[in-house]
């Protein structure tokens, strides 16, 4: 979360102002009274303006210092450390006829339905960028892919596990199902679908990973890059992502050899370069953060280094958006087209 208002420079009173008086926004007042502490606030943009941000004024600690600050994040970001925080509630939500604090505190499952309820917003701004750029199948495959998938894929382990544990108790035989309804006091059909859920995972896990190595764009580098095979596509895949590619065009630019390595000849951008981009990247963070294509000529101009066989690249570049100031000059050079003949939508939140 980027600090973009603290104190000294601004007090309490000041930073509420700065959030509420110059930001269209509203104010998280659930999630707030659930993991907030004495004076803490949680804000969103409001929905509908184009933007996805969530802002957090909390009494921030650095160095054994502590002071107020407003944080800066986009929604979907911030969904991370917010369903961590929120643990506990979203647990009552997942068992609510186990809670035993909702027996302790009548009325304590209408709170957590606010806290909810506040949470899918942010969830939902954090969205709202997709829908707009690509149109509401993009968000709603985004939810899908990053919600409902993980959630069924947990659910058919789950199953699995169970299965293995019948098929070691009852066997696998013809006779299995109906000895595993006998002592469970199943209906015998419910029995047999418990005992194959195994197999069944095992075969949907294979034909997702065909699926997968079917449909899903792999990049390699043009050159040898002194990295391992599957870590050089990785970082070269991570970069392209599902970018147009026009393979074995050559680049109209003279490149040196250390970024010959790397080059890509995309429809749009013309002649790129598969770069780390220095002010995204960390030693923790996943390539699908930090690896983009930059136009060959911007590289060129803005220079690099070479650490770990990777170019890092100092190139204009937009942390809160996640995207390359790309330069019209650079494009033209390269061979890419003029900014009336290309479209270029956001990428999707994550890498996609």
């Not at 961590?84 to 957590?112: C, F, H, I, M, N």
């Not at 019948?166 to 696998?172: D, S, V």
Request: glycine share 8%; charged share 25%; with cysteine.
């Amino acid at each position: 979360m980027p600090t973009i208002h603290r104190e000294p420079d601004f007090r309490y009173d000041d930073l509420v102002h700065l959030v509420e008086r110059q930001l269209r926004v509203v104010e998280l007042t659930a999630i707030n009274d659930e993991i907030g502490g004495p004076g803490e606030r949680l804000w969103m943009i409001e929905p509908g303006l184009g933007l996805a941000d969530v802002y957090r004024l909390w009494h921030k600690s650095e160095d054994e210092r502590t002071y107020w600050a407003v944080d800066r994040e986009r929604a979907w970001e911030a969904m991370a450390w917010l369903r961590e925080a929120l643990a506990d509630v979203l647990d009552r939500l997942t068992r609510p006829g186990s809670a035993k604090q909702y027996a302790l505190e009548p009325g304590r499952e209408e709170r957590d339905l606010a806290v909810l309820a506040e949470l899918e917003a942010v969830w939902l701004l954090g969205l709202s960028p997709l829908s707009e750029a690509f149109g509401f199948n993009a968000a709603e495959w985004k939810l899908r892919n990053d919600l409902f998938i993980p959630a069924q894929a947990e659910l058919a382990r789950a199953k699995a596990l169970r299965s293995r544990m019948l098929q070691e108790q009852f066997g696998t035989g013809p006779d299995a199902a109906e000895h595993a309804a006998s002592e469970l006091g199943w209906e015998v059909s419910e029995a047999r679908k418990a005992l194959a859920a195994r197999d069944n995972y095992q075969r949907w896990v294979r034909e997702g990973a065909a699926h997968a190595r079917a449909t899903i764009p792999v990049h390699r580098p043009p050159g040898d890059t002194g990295l391992p095979d599957v870590l050089a596509a990785t970082l070269m895949t991570a970069a392209c992502r599902y970018e147009d590619t026009i393979p074995e065009r050559p680049s109209p630019i003279p490149l040196p050899e250390e970024l010959a390595r790397w080059y890509v000849f995309l429809q749009t951008l013309g002649a790129c370069v598969a770069i780390a981009v220095e002010d995204a990247y960390t030693p923790s963070s996943s390539p699908w953060d930090y690896m983009h294509v930059a136009p060959a000529a911007m590289v060129l101009q803005a220079g690099w280094t070479v650490r770990d066989g990777v170019i890092f690249s100092p190139v204009p570049y937009d942390g809160h958006s996640e995207c390359i100031y790309y330069d019209e000059e650079a494009i033209l050079a390269g061979g890419g087209q003029p900014t009336h003949e290309r479209s270029r939508g956001a990428r999707l939140p994550g890498g996609e």
